[in-house]
């Protein structure tokens, strides 16, 4: 980290394509949606990657996102916008895990801003900077915004951040903090939107939206190629993840696609949709077949990360759990609270509310059937747990009782 800070980085980008469409568009020049409105994906020379690297290549360079810049669009070292993405750990889940296959959460709330989102605005911001954009605007539901925030204040790029009000104060102050324009709006996460949409044209922003700029889920792909490479290029059976905007999803899915293409992993994962039964869009789409999913009416739910009633990347989502054989589940506020409280009681480990989510669906999934007591279950804890809203404690002690606690 030092002499290494400028120059090149290995570049296999041939061109980007709509992932709706398959039509291409160059790359190296700034791109928002696809002609069809439909996010764009980076697509690179898979061959030329696997001969300019090795597994074993990989595994001998520091422990963060960019031992992957192979698999990754940055041109320039002096791009690459950092706050220190660490490789975050996979740990077992012993105390609540109800099958016989292994349990594992990786835990992402161990990366700058104490969330995932960190992968993908990393890349999108490091992009920006190399493409020369100068303001950004975002809706978000917090987190997103609060890496938006950090890493463009990093990178010198204005950051323009619409949450709804009755967003965790935490995460709007967080946002603040970091040199967010913050603003708070009377609607959801999709109403935010809107007022980036509307507003880019006039304000000169360039519209860093969930899947409407086509690097963050180059970012989140680093959480599949990690995933990979912890479990010694042999995944898990199963992976549950909560689902909002979907990068993750798709991201993971096109990293293990790409991983798969080189002949680096040869069996693919099952991938799960868990979303929150006041807000389930992708859940209605895939049981009744469609492709798209319609917007969800007066969305609810205490896990704010997938309070997201439409997806622009609706139709990748739906093709990666199709493809994969997976399937998309619900569970209540009530459950995903109870296995909060059970996991972090019982491992001592406090998973954020959208990660309970996945948790509970695993749960109960194995009581279906549509997870098999045998196979191994990955979870991702995709933000610090403490960031969020906890129970309050009541508990006061008068110091003179203390000698006589149990
Ligand atoms: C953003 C977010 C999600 C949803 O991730 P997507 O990739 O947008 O579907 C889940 N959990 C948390 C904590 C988040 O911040």
Request: with cysteine; net charge neutral; charged share 25%.
């Amino acid at each position: 980290m030092n002499s290494n800070l400028t120059g090149d980085s290995p570049n296999f980008v041939t061109h980007l394509e709509c992932g709706l469409k398959g039509d291409h568009y160059p790359a190296g020049v700034v791109h928002g949606l696809s002609q069809a409105g439909r996010p764009l994906l980076v697509r690179y020379d898979l061959g030329k990657i696997a001969q300019a690297v090795s597994k074993e290549e990989i595994a001998s360079r520091p422990q963060d996102l960019w031992r992957y810049r192979e698999f990754l669009p940055v041109k320039k070292k002096e791009n690459i916008v950092s706050l220190g993405e660490v490789v975050t750990p996979v740990l077992r889940l012993d105390k609540v895990q109800k099958g016989k296959g292994p349990l594992f959460v990786k835990d992402e709330g161990r990366l700058p801003t104490g969330s995932f989102k960190a992968r993908g605005l990393c890349m999108a911001v490091s992009m920006a900077k190399e493409l020369g954009i100068k303001r950004v605007a975002m809706p978000t539901n917090g987190n997103a915004g609060a890496a938006c925030a950090a890493y463009a204040s990093r990178a010198g790029i204005e950051a323009f951040i619409f949450c709804p009000d009755d967003t965790p104060q935490v995460n709007v102050r967080e946002i603040a903090m970091q040199g967010g324009k913050t603003w708070l709006v009377n609607g959801l996460i999709t109403d935010c939107g809107k007022i980036v949409g509307e507003g880019k044209e006039k304000h000169g922003w360039f519209d860093f939206s969930t899947l409407k700029e086509p690097y963050r889920i180059e970012g989140k792909k680093t959480m599949g190629l990690e995933l990979a490479e912890q479990f010694h290029w042999h995944l898990p059976d199963v992976i549950l993840y909560p689902t909002g905007g979907g990068t993750g999803l798709i991201g993971m899915w096109k990293a293990f696609q790409e991983l798969k293409s080189i002949g680096w992993i040869s069996k693919m994962p099952r991938m799960v949709v868990v979303q929150a039964a006041g807000c389930a869009p992708i859940v209605k789409a895939w049981e009744e077949g469609k492709e798209h999913a319609e917007l969800w009416q007066g969305a609810k739910t205490a896990a704010w990360g997938i309070r997201v009633p439409a997806a622009v990347g609706d139709f990748l989502m739906l093709c990666a759990v199709r493809e994969s054989q997976g399937f998309a589940t619900t569970v209540t506020d009530e459950e995903l609270l109870a296995a909060r409280e059970e996991c972090a009681k019982k491992e001592g480990f406090l998973l954020c509310p959208e990660s309970a989510a996945t948790l509970a669906a695993y749960w109960q999934e194995l009581l279906t059937g549509r997870i098999r007591p045998e196979e191994s279950v990955a979870l991702f804890n995709c933000a610090f747990g403490a960031k969020y809203d906890l129970p309050a404690v009541t508990a006061q002690l008068d110091r003179g009782q203390a000698l006589n606690l149990a």
